[in-house]
């Protein structure tokens, strides 16, 4: 059997001699008869029957199951099931940790979200703003306290971004296609992984203004396609269809009859290159529009000439022989039709601006928030403007201040949405201290959060080292 990046890591524990198993994700395809997988704790290939287990993922693509019980100044304590006591890592070759086996309570609830100069965006309720500090009230850390000159932007978390779908938890509910004879996606570590020809889908109900995220791996001789809209889950039914292969993307629109229009294809190379990429396509129905997304940038808008074709709510993944395809962190929602585009460098704006939920802008001083009202100056006139009314604000630039990134940074992200990067100086079951310049030091609840990155500067070289990697040329190969 060939053995392409696949290494077994068996860590032995000098205090107890108990077995760790690792389990490594193959980095290219091998057939489906000759597939390894070492198991983490009650892993059955679907949804788990027990309790949830975290992963720990190092540099090196081995991986971990287990429980992440603390952190502290002796390194990262990990409970596996093989083990009677926890196991301690050094930080310096971890990679990230998923927390599936924490969950936030169904009481959190945040108004807003604060986007910082470094990208970071913190959810929770608005209590104060003046000249100087941006007071947040927030579930997972009680009030945190952000100097003005680190804001970027402050968005509503309306309904109109409502989640219909994040997963996945398994194969329930998912129309998997056998084409080949055999199972061809399969459920594992919180991931859908595909190796050879298939189709995997669900009616998530999809609404005429929608964005459908998910992080994806490609490996092999690429082709892979996401159907959007489609009449049926089981098969591309009436819908759009886009495709990422080796080097471009194409979106299709496919009719019932089975025939398809080509709506153009555009090179993209960051998705085959890099270890995992972002993907989100958003849609409008009325402006007949697809736009995708890589890692946060717009690679391509699409606009049907035609009347717009999906005429279901369902998604469907596809993968295609020779293609290893691991897809997670699905989310499908509404849309706001609004795109968060970060001011260009040097594009230094002098003044505040406030865009009103009736699309109005006004441009000039946002001087304070205070019991849920947010006091604005223009050039024509003093506001008073209800929150409730704010759509976005936008924060000055000219005199804005960024964190620069610290040796040690980890990057902690909420598992309602956005992130936080942090030097994290102690982890429990009672809390994660962290401290920033971006909101000084903090006790975060580990329910807050549902994955940690970790060696920052070196995740961003080894996507800068596959960046230089050549792949062979694209392969059309058979469209379904």
């Not at 287990?66 to 050094?90: M, N, V, Y």
């Not at 490996?219 to 396609?225: K, L, P, T, V």
Request: net charge negative.
């Amino acid at each position: 059997m060939k053995n392409r990046g696949i290494l077994i890591l068996i860590a032995l524990v000098a205090a107890d001699p108990a077995w760790a198993r690792i389990v490594v994700d193959d980095s290219a395809p091998e057939p489906p008869a000759e597939t390894i997988h070492v198991p983490g704790p009650d892993d059955n290939g679907d949804a788990a029957k027990g309790p949830q287990q975290d992963s720990l993922t190092f540099l090196n693509k081995d991986q971990l199951h287990g429980i992440l019980i603390g952190l502290d100044e002796a390194g990262l304590h990990w409970q596996s099931k093989e083990s009677r006591q926890p196991i301690i890592f050094e930080t310096d070759q971890v990679s990230e940790i998923k927390l599936d086996s924490h969950k936030e309570p169904a009481t959190a609830k945040s108004a807003h979200r604060i986007g910082l100069t470094n990208g970071d965006e913190l959810p929770g309720n608005i209590v104060t703003l003046d000249d100087k500090t941006l007071v947040l009230d927030t579930w997972y850390a009680g009030r945190i306290s952000i100097p003005r000159e680190m804001i970027r932007r402050i968005t509503p978390l309306a309904d109109s971004n409502a989640a219909v779908y994040e997963g996945p938890t398994g194969t329930d509910g998912w129309a998997i296609s056998r084409m080949g004879g055999g199972r061809v996606w399969t459920f594992r570590d919180g991931s859908f992984i595909g190796t050879s020809y298939g189709t995997i889908g669900r009616d998530v109900k999809l609404p005429p203004v929608s964005n459908v995220a998910f992080d994806v791996v490609l490996r092999g001789n690429c082709q892979f396609s996401v159907g959007l809209y489609s009449e049926r889950p089981d098969s591309f039914s009436n819908c759009y269809m886009l495709t990422l292969a080796n080097g471009f993307t194409e979106l299709q629109r496919l009719s019932p009859n089975g025939g398809s229009n080509s709506l153009g294809s555009t090179q993209l190379q960051n998705v085959i290159r890099h270890d995992v990429s972002h993907i989100e396509l958003r849609t409008d129905k009325n402006k007949k529009s697809i736009w995708l997304l890589v890692d946060g940038k717009v690679a391509k808008e699409w606009t049907d000439p035609a009347e717009f074709n999906g005429g279901g709510s369902s998604i469907i993944f596809s993968c295609q022989p020779s293609t290893f395809v691991k897809i997670s962190n699905i989310k499908v929602s509404k849309w706001d039709g609004k795109f968060e585009d970060a001011p260009a460098p040097g594009d230094a704006s002098a003044q505040d601006a406030v865009e009103l939920a009736n699309n109005d802008k006004v441009s000039g001083g946002l001087e304070s928030i205070k019991d849920g009202l947010a006091k604005f100056s223009s050039s024509y006139a003093e506001l008073s403007i209800p929150l409730g009314r704010v759509s976005e604000v936008d924060f000055a630039s000219a005199h804005s201040s960024v964190v620069k990134e610290k040796a040690g940074d980890v990057r902690a992200y909420f598992a309602e949405g956005g992130n936080v990067t942090m030097q994290l100086t102690g982890w429990d079951a009672k809390g994660a201290a962290g401290a920033s310049p971006n909101f000084g030091t903090a006790t975060f609840s580990p329910d807050a959060f549902s994955r940690l990155l970790f060696n920052l500067p070196a995740q961003e070289q080894n996507s800068s080292d596959d960046a230089g990697l050549d792949n062979d040329s694209p392969d059309q190969g058979d469209q379904q």
